[in-house]
């Protein structure tokens, strides 16, 4: 096949090759079709114009080439296959096309100019670093100004591009400068002509060293599971489950763990950020922890010559200045080779290297595009340095995993993400797979399945890890002997609670009705310490912040606070929650339980009107908290999305925390009185809440029907009011939802939000359509819904990951509803298998109007 042909059949990855590999290899391939005369010096100014996007100059490029004829995408194919490494251009045709030298005669150079253009490969990698020396020697010459100088020194500039700089600048220069420049370079060279060996694979020279030490840092971080294991040394690899993954937008589409850096699911090719959105305790962390082990021990991702694994929590807790070097050098793994030749290496090459930064909601950064900062060596505060790498200011090419919950991740970063992919949790079949694994009898593991198959609420929170986790590690000691089933967040949090407190106490065999009182102090400690960490966003506390709020090593010894690893410097130890949702617990355990508590605490809790963190922590809480700690919470700026997501997550514990279910148990740690005016104080806030969502729902169009909108803030009301366990709150909180169509797309509504929307909305007076496309409702959504399917006079359910298997329990439930007519199920994964319910359906059901469904094509039955 021509070349002419190969570039035009493969344009799309070369395209991709091209720009998603970097700038530095582009670069390359411009500098050696310079060289070989494919590109005048007109065509390769006209590509190098500052600012222009990867992709852009990379099509222009392949234009022009086409445009000039065999050729020339002859020695495009060639310099590719010369310039770009083996893992990048693997999967590209390139022929057995060489250098112009065998495709055509080449004329003699007769300049110095034209000698430095023709060997200019083998000058960018000679000068590659060494620019100070050729500055200094061309402003002695008089050849160049100090604002020469300055143009080739920008630190955003790598040391390749530095070296290019400098050449653009000499031939702008004229004949002199390029003698002068010539000159050095031969000197260099011990006086030989430009014939510079070619440059060895890095990782077989100075950094295969840095390498070895670097995988097996990883390795050593990464073999045992970090998340929830508290003290326990739990092997990553007989635990680890996958998650579901999802491509974002409306084709949501199930990923692997190979698609996560891949080109699938790409909506903005100029960047290089990829996000792993999930709400709390979805496997975020356990996910990115897996991925380091298939690194270090060669299995995956490796196109990345080195990957470095940052934590935002930790990250957060340095209170200092450093510079993109001391990041990770000092703060990941220190080189014992040539600092200065590694570091040079992972600037010039950023496309070979990853970074991955777990836990972005959790470093609460204030983004703005205005916190510029592209210096390598520059300090910086570690958030403005994290922005910049995100946004590409700094070390552009540099390839970056992220991960977060998805309300944390506002417009001003979302804009420099390459792709977001969505984690759900786990699968039903995950979760038989993840239990089994932590149970090495099979008897116990089918117990606990049992169990999880009759209490389908409890079913649908094992979708979750960290509840799977729980209900797991409680299974046998709690549920087995007589502890009620539990049917709410808080339930399951209470009963790993017990568990922790019991294993603590090994000579206490049985914990009696009074097992919260025997513990309050500690209880009462720790949720201090949590509250306030959570009021200043802060989630790693030292041994100093443990004495101010009375932490004893017995209270450590609980298990629910553990060492946080690789902090620097070690200095003193340093603590962190085993969760953070475990924080937020404890934290609104100490709100419920602490007696003196100022009475504005619940009310602005659950409706905080965004006022800033100092005034929250100073009207709310200044009576439980240290004078020192309330004046430290003094962030600046209103509350942020991170914060928002912990408040609401603790606002959800102490809903749940102060239902009447619980009353008995708390009654015995806190004085009855007090415990029924915060009861009433969080139903009064729910209820209002409600309505302050009803009285936003605008006039309907005419003839439209009234709809409402609910947002993510509305469904956490539900949720809360699902935590009481109080049909009568749930009545009085719907009394006043007036509207026949309620529509929550996009709100991350999966099985534990179903079970809350359904023990609300099953008390609505009027039939109403339900909408939830663009969610992770599933099959055990579908089965929680089913008690409020009997007022929904439609129900949409697109994008849900819905099996035959949900549908048929649907369709049973639907038949005997006398108001559902409507339904739509687009994009989920049903099969042919389905269509003898939709028949059954449509049979028995005469009054059914609409049935909307998809696979492979449209098909609709419209009755």
């Known amino acids: 096949m021509c070349a002419q042909r190969l570039v035009l059949r493969q344009r799309q990855e070369l395209v991709r090759v091209l720009s998603w590999g970097g700038v530095e290899g582009l670069e390359s391939v411009l500098d050696i079709l310079l060289a070989w005369d494919a590109l005048q010096w007109e065509d390769y100014e006209s590509l190098r114009t500052l600012g222009r996007a990867l992709s852009l100059t990379t099509r222009e490029l392949l234009d022009l080439l086409y445009a000039k004829g065999e050729a020339a995408c002859a020695l495009l194919l060639a310099a590719c296959n010369q310039a770009l490494p083996d893992a990048q251009k693997a999967g590209l045709s390139l022929g057995s096309y060489g250098p112009p030298s065998v495709v055509m005669a080449p004329q003699p150079p007769l300049s110095s100019a034209q000698v430095l253009q023709r060997d200019r490969p083998q000058v960018v990698r000679k000068l590659r670093g060494h620019t100070e020396g050729v500055l200094e020697t061309l402003l002695e010459a008089g050849c160049f100004t100090l604002c020469d100088c300055d143009e080739v020194r920008l630190p955003i500039h790598t040391p390749s591009q530095q ?44 950094y295969q060293a840095f390498q070895h030490k670097l995988r097996s840092m990883v390795a050593a971080q990464s073999c045992f599971l970090s998340t929830y294991g508290g003290m326990e040394n739990i092997s990553l690899e007989d635990v680890y489950t996958e998650g579901v993954l999802e491509g974002s937008g409306e084709a949501q589409c199930p990923l692997g763990l190979e698609d996560l850096l891949g080109s699938v699911g790409t909506v903005n090719e100029e960047a290089d950020t990829v996000l ?73 090459h950023p496309n070979r290297v990853l970074f991955t930064f777990d836990g972005l909601d959790e470093l609460n950064p204030r983004f703005s595009d205005d916190l510029r900062h592209c210096s390598p060596t520059q300090p910086a505060p570690p958030s403005t340095l994290l922005f910049n790498l995100l946004q590409g200011t700094l070390m552009k090419g540099v390839h970056k995993l992220v991960t977060s919950r998805p309300e944390a991740v506002g417009p001003v970063l979302r804009k420099y993400v390459r792709k977001e992919v969505s984690l759900r949790g786990f699968s039903q079949e995950g979760i038989g797979h993840f239990v089994r694994k932590h149970h090495s009898d099979p008897a116990i593991a089918a117990r606990v399945l049992d169990s999880l198959q009759a209490n389908t ?13 729980i209900v797991s590690r409680c299974y046998e000691e709690l549920l087995g002997r007589g502890v009620g089933s539990p049917q709410t967040i ?32 500690t209880v009462l400690h720790l949720g201090q310490l949590a509250l306030c960490g959570l009021v200043s966003s802060c989630y790693v506390f030292s041994a100093l912040q443990l004495q101010q709020y009375s932490v004893t090593e017995e209270d450590i010894s609980t298990g629910f606070l553990v060492h946080s690893r690789n902090l620097t410097p070690p200095g003193s130890p340093h603590y962190e929650f085993l969760h953070v949702t475990a924080q937020c617990f404890f934290a609104a355990l100490f709100i419920v339980l602490n007696n003196n508590i100022e009475n504005s605490t619940i009310p602005k809790l659950f409706h905080p009107r965004n006022k800033p963190l100092s005034a929250l922590a100073s009207m709310c809480l200044a009576p439980c908290l240290h004078p020192s700690s309330v004046g430290d919470a003094g962030a600046e700026g209103d509350i942020q999305a991170a914060e928002t997501i912990n408040l ?129 409702v599933g099959d055990v959504g579908i089965e929680q819904l089913l008690p409020c399917l009997e007022i929904c006079q439609s129900i949409y359910l697109r994008h849900n990951n819905i099996s035959d298997v949900g549908i048929c329990k649907l369709i049973d439930k639907g038949i005997q509803c006398e108001h559902f007519q409507k339904i739509a199920l687009f994009n989920n994964n049903l099969t042919d298998e389905c269509t003898k319910h939709f028949a059954k359906l449509l049979r028995m059901k005469k009054n059914f109007l609409s049935l909307s469904a998809y696979r492979e094509e449209r098909r609709q039955w419209k009755r």
């Open 276 to 348: 792993v959105a999930g709400e709390a305790g979805s496997g975020k962390s356990t996910l990115l922890q897996r991925l380091h082990l298939l690194w270090a021990n060669r299995v995956a991702l490796q196109d990345y010559l080195l990957l470095f694994p940052f934590s935002c929590r930790q990250l957060g807790a340095l209170g200092w200045k450093l510079s993109l070097r001391e990041l990770l050098f000092q703060h990941c793994c220190w080189p014992d080779g040539d600092q200065d030749l590694l570091f040079r290496f992972i600037l010039d």
């Open 163 to 206: 070296a290019r700089r400098l050449l653009d600048l000499v031939r702008s220069k004229g004949e002199p400068a390029a003698e002068v420049l010539l000159l050095y370079v031969q000197k260099a060279g011990n006086g030989a002509a430009l014939s510079l060996p070619e440059d060895r694979h890095p990782a077989d020279v100075v």
């Open 648 to 776: 609401q997550m603790t606002g959800a514990f102490v809903a749940g925390l102060l239902s009447r279910r619980h009353c008995d148990l708390l009654a015995r740690c806190s004085l009855g009185p007090i415990l029924d005016k915060k009861r009433k104080q969080v139903v009064k806030s729910l209820c209002k809440g409600t309505q302050r969502h009803f009285r936003s729902i605008p006039p309907p169009v005419e003839g439209e029907k009234k709809s409402m909108h609910a947002m993510p803030g509305f469904v956490w009301l539900v949720r809360c009011i699902y935590e009481m366990q109080d049909c009568g709150l749930a009545k009085e909180a719907v009394a006043r939802l007036d509207v026949e169509h309620l529509k929550l797309t996009y709100c991350g509504v999966g099985p534990v939000e179903c079970s809350a929307l359904a023990f609300v909305l099953q008390h609505l007076r009027a039939p109403i359509g339900l909408q939830l496309d663009y969610n992770s």
């Open 490 to 521: 808080t339930d399951v949090y209470l009963m790993i609670l017990q568990h922790f407190l019991q294993h603590s106490c090994p000579q206490q065999c049985l914990l009696g009705p009074d097992w919260l009182q025997v513990h309050v102090d």
């Open 457 to 469: 609420a409890l079913l649908g929170m094992c979708h979750i890890p960290v509840f799977c986790w």
